[in-house]
Antibody, heavy 120, light 106 residues
Framework: EVQLLESGGDLVQPGGSLRLSCAASGFTFSIYAMTWVRQAPGKGLEWVSTIGTNDDTYYADSVKGRFTISRDNSRNTLYLQVNGLRAEDTAVYFC??????????????WGQGTLVTVSS | DIQMTQSPSSLSASVGDRVTITCRASQGITNYLAWFQQKPGKAPKSLIYGASSLQSGVPSRFSGSGSGTDFTLTISSLQPEDFATYYCQQYISYPLTFGGGTKIEI
């Protein structure tokens, strides 16, 4: 059974940093791209960042230069280093596993999310 | 960036109703379109990928159609557990983008 368990969310002051983690199990982590998606309170879903199997990375413009996605295949864990946090980064952060079909990856499994609150 | 526009943003329906949600992409995405269901306080759940392929375990009352820029999600007979918010998402190119969501209410 595929399981994704996020952790690391917290209340942090503007300008602060956090490292979010997503522990994966139930599948061969190293052969799948992984993604972070966030959802601000009462709002819709927003793609944040994706890391491919070759460590190729992609970022939304809103987080580029402040967030860094990485993975540790030996620990089956996905990370998101978030720096320079702003109030608008307040959200639940979900990790998602990508399954490639016809050359493109869609999100077939999601974790339960971890809440990041940015406030003074 | 590809903009995804869903309509309606909300709708009221009853158990047993046939419900259709539309999603329009600002440019052609062939069939790289997914649909997700989200209940309050829960993670999104994958329903459909490739515009019309049902994710394993998803009931057959859910179906998707469309190609290019116009897509639909249909629930043939609404069940109590289907009251939720539904999102479309394109995955043909970065940045990946979601529609604004459609909330189905009783």
């Amino acid at each position: 059974e595929v399981q994704l368990l996020e952790s690391g969310g917290d209340l942090v002051q503007p300008g602060g940093s956090l490292r979010l983690s997503c522990a994966a199990s139930g599948f061969t982590f190293s052969i799948y791209a992984m993604t972070w998606v966030r959802q601000a309170p009462g709002k819709g879903l927003e793609w944040v960042s994706t890391i491919g199997t070759n460590d190729d990375t992609y970022y939304a413009d809103s987080v580029k230069g402040r967030f860094t996605i990485s993975r540790d295949n030996s620990r089956n864990t996905l990370y998101l280093q978030v720096n320079g946090l702003r109030a608008e980064d307040t959200a639940v952060y979900f990790c998602a596993k990508s399954l490639v079909v016809d050359g493109r990856g869609y999100f077939d499994y999601w974790g339960q999310g971890t809440l990041v609150t940015v406030s003074s | 960036d590809i903009q995804m526009t869903q309509s309606p943003s909300s709708l009221s329906a009853s158990v047993g109703d046939r419900v259709t949600i539309t999603c329009r992409a600002s440019q052609g995405i062939t069939n790289y379109l997914a649909w997700f269901q989200q209940k309050p306080g829960k993670a999104p759940k994958s329903l459909i990928y490739g515009a019309s392929s049902l994710q394993s375990g998803v009931p057959s009352r859910f179906s998707g159609s469309g190609s290019g820029t116009d897509f639909t999600l249909t629930i043939s007979s609404l069940q109590p557990e289907d009251f939720a918010t539904y999102y479309c998402q394109q995955y043909i190119s970065y940045p990946l983008t979601f529609g604004g969501g459609t909330k189905i209410e009783i």
